[in-house]
């Protein structure tokens, strides 16, 4: 899809931010003391994770479907989506009475199905299809063209780019610190990226702005290395808010020009982030809502003195994903190790490995043996956690002195996902 260049006027922000305010409030900027201190400059949290549908997705879609004439809204409008997009959508349908369709993959959780249901009430009906969400996606289209409804894109579109700067003029109009120095914003498709950036680079044209995509899934740092609107082959899709294998488009072209810097951070430390908020400030985000503070250590020099804003985007977070969350993290941080060890099969072996190889603050948290007939040496699949990184040298130096066989799996991804 060839696009021209587009201009995303804060006068246009202006006007969908009018038209939004009495249906998406406008969020707190809140000052940070705890990451000020932490990073010797003034913090300041945009959080978009407490709009009524705890992401900033209703404004850009409230936006859109408002703009739309009675008779377009007459058939009836769709999306596709299994995250906050698909929230933001049947929310506005709720609150305009319209008529909406949710395509969703089948392997859609309840818990994200549920929130669907409660905001779109009786004008919203979800359609589970396929696997995955290209699956969705495209029945979502085939709807949309057989019926004559409109369809409501995600990101790629201009009136969703308008709606999601209306963070950007919120930010701007209540920020105490004028202009701010850094303003870190996350990137999935581009849309909130697109509408903030334009946004500030005609009002704050000083003011750096820093894009953040996960490790896993770099389409917009692809994008623009390349100079092409690119698509990703293989996405890794934990950080799902954030995730996608091609931004939009029209986001790319505005993208390429607003954005100073696109930076990838590893979900590993997007993880430590996450449970970093809940414990230190009782604030609970979802991966991509965390990715703008997770940045602050690759920047901390260059923050120091300056007046930043960090925008937290969502706070959708499925409470049974704590644990991997977790695991995540401890693995990021280097506290936990995975190793296959091969003991010998006689009695005694294994309280040998607990008093000759682990520390006083090594645990063993995961052990997985089963003994094999007619050999010598058995393997087993032993986690170990450590009170501190520095404690890993040591204990791989206990291991070779006492020239016990080992795997290490941490780096192995194949075996790794395979074994644990």
Known sequence: MVVESINISAGAILRAY?????????????????????YNCAVYLKREDLQVVRSYKIRGAYNKISSLDKKTLSK??????????????????????????????????????????????????????????????????????????????????????????????????????????????????????????????????????????PWGAPAMKTSIDNGKNTELKTIDKFVDGAAVKKVGDINFEICKEVLDEVRLIPEGKICSTILQLYNEAAIVVEPAGALSIAALDFYKEKIKGKNICCIVSGGNNDITRMAEITE?????ERLRHYFIIRFPQ???????????????????????????????????VIGIELKTPDDYDPLIERMNTHQIHYEYLNENDDLFEYLV
């Open 18 to 38: 009018k038209r939004l305010k009495d249906v998406a409030p406008p969020t707190p900027l809140q000052y940070s003391a705890v990451l000020s201190e932490r």
């Open 76 to 213: 009836g409008v769709v999306c596709a989506s299994a995250g906050n997009h698909a929230q933001g959508f049947a929310l506005s349908c709720a609150l305009l009475k319209v008529n909406g369709t949710v395509y969703m993959p089948a392997t859609t959780t309840k818990q994200k199905t549920s929130q669907v249901k409660m905001f779109g009430r009786a004008y919203v009906k979800i359609e589970l299809v396929g696997d995955t969400f290209d699956d969705a996606y495209l029945e979502a289209i085939k709807d949309s063209e057989q019926n004559k409804k409109a369809f409501i894109h995600p990101f790629n579109d201009v009136k969703i780019i308008e709606g999601q700067g209306t963070v950007g003029h919120e930010i701007y109009q209540d920020s105490p610190e004028k202009p701010f120095d850094y303003l870190f914003i996350p990137v999935g498709g581009g849309g909130l990226s697109a509408g903030v950036g334009s946004y500030f680079k005609e009002v704050s044209p000083s003011t750096k702005l820093i894009g953040l995509e």
């Open 328 to 332: 995540r993290s401890l693995l990021y």
């Open 346 to 380: 006689r009695a005694g072996a294994l309280r040998e490995f607990l008093t000759d190889i682990l520390g006083p603050n090594d645990d063993i948290f995961f052990f997985e043996y089963k003994k094999k007939t007619s050999r010598s040496a058995g393997p087993a």
